[in-house]
């Protein structure tokens, strides 16, 4: 089960909305920082760009790969651990607007994670160290640390421990 915090919205839906959720100013901020960073070809500037102007946990020696999207309005509940590969085209969400509410919820990617090409990653889910996520894979509940999991839905493939190595 996904960790979300739930927020009821009366009226119009909570899309229709958006500016009484979060700043117009943040979101403006958000879009400019994070269209940058997803062409920015140096490693070590995008994770700056992350950590400094949308307050995102980002390990050393992650790499976010060429057209990632971050969440736009809430991109300071992603947590991404050390020696993490985010895979081209993801996209990492910490919000989901529904008809008559909203959600919000941390994503934490633990250290040694693989995010393959084109994946979306659902708020409120943890992926445990050293998990691999296939490309294209929407990733809608936790990955047990070690894990090898693809598909929509998401199914586990293969376990395996904190290092990645299968299990028997």
């Not at 651990?81 to 607007?97: D, F, K, M, P, S």
């Not at 659902?122 to 445990?128: A, E, Q, R």
């Not at 070690?146 to 199914?155: C, D, I, L, R, T």
């Given at each position: 089960?996904?960790?979300?915090?739930r927020?009821p919205?009366?009226?119009?839906?909570?899309?229709w909305?958006?500016?009484?959720?979060?700043s117009f100013?943040?979101?403006m901020?958000?879009?400019?920082?994070i269209?940058?960073a997803?062409?920015?070809?140096?490693?070590?500037?995008?994770?700056w760009?992350?950590?400094?102007?949308?307050?995102?946990?980002v390990?050393?020696?992650?790499?976010?790969?060429?057209?990632?999207?971050?969440?736009?309005?809430f991109?300071e509940?992603?947590?991404?651990?050390?020696?993490?590969?985010?895979?081209?085209?993801?996209t990492?969400l910490a919000?989901?607007?529904?008809?008559?509410e909203?959600?919000?919820?941390?994503?934490?990617?633990e250290?040694?994670?693989?995010?393959?090409?084109?994946?979306t990653?659902?708020?409120?889910v943890t992926?445990g160290?050293?998990?691999?996520?296939?490309?294209?894979?929407?990733?809608?509940?936790?990955?047990?640390?070690?894990?090898?999991v693809?598909?929509?839905?998401?199914?586990?493939?293969?376990?395996?421990n904190?290092?990645?190595?299968?299990?028997?």
């Amino acid at each position: 089960m996904r960790k979300t915090t739930r927020y009821p919205v009366h009226g119009a839906n909570p899309l229709w909305q958006l500016y009484r959720t979060v700043s117009f100013w943040k979101v403006m901020k958000n879009f400019i920082v994070i269209q940058l960073a997803r062409y920015i070809p140096f490693l070590s500037w995008k994770n700056w760009l992350y950590r400094t102007f949308l307050r995102m946990e980002v390990g050393p020696q992650s790499a976010v790969a060429l057209m990632v999207m971050m969440d736009i309005m809430f991109p300071e509940l992603i947590k991404i651990g050390r020696n993490c590969v985010i895979g081209y085209n993801t996209t990492i969400l910490a919000h989901e607007y529904l008809v008559e509410e909203y959600r919000l919820g941390e994503v934490r990617i633990e250290d040694g994670v693989l995010v393959g090409a084109n994946s979306t990653i659902l708020p409120g889910v943890t992926i445990g160290k050293g998990a691999i996520v296939a490309a294209g894979t929407v990733v809608h509940k936790d990955v047990p640390p070690g894990a090898f999991v693809g598909g929509n839905p998401m199914q586990v493939i293969r376990n395996g421990n904190a290092t990645g190595d299968e299990q028997e």
